[in-house]
């Protein structure tokens, strides 16, 4: 069953915003065979980044955040607030960083901003990026 691509690839999706999370819930030997070797294992080469990022910036070395490698938007165009939050110098070529917010779900922007998009778009600019700011997709 997992082996159907939109299947696998939410899969993929969902363990890039909360892999902590599945590990500790599944166990890895049932979550790498349930994703298979190769994406278990790029996911947690990730994790790890992150892991020692954070480790290096409470040092005070910093190091500039990436885009992960592989990650594109889901099969319907969106992309899940976690990456779209993330502080990069550089985005991909497929997100324009100063409209992310047009990328997430439906369902994931309401519980973001807390409001249904035509509501947002109605309001002044200045709002927005006021609010787009306090949500860290500005």
Known sequence: MLNS?????????FINASFVGLRDLLGD????????ADAFDRLMRSHNQVLAD????????VREVQWPEGVGPNSDGTIPYELLALKLNRWPEFINPLQRERYLAQHEFIHVFKMQPQQFYEMPQWKQQRIKASVNLF
């Not at 691509?5 to 999706?13: G, I, K, Y």
């Not at 030997?29 to 298979?36: F, I, K, Q, R, V």
């Not at 954070?54 to 070395?61: A, D």
């Open 54 to 61: 954070r480790l290096r910036l409470k040092k005070g070395q």
């Open 5 to 13: 691509p939109p299947l696998t690839d939410r899969c993929v999706q």
């Open 29 to 36: 030997e049932l979550l790498e065979s349930a994703l298979g």
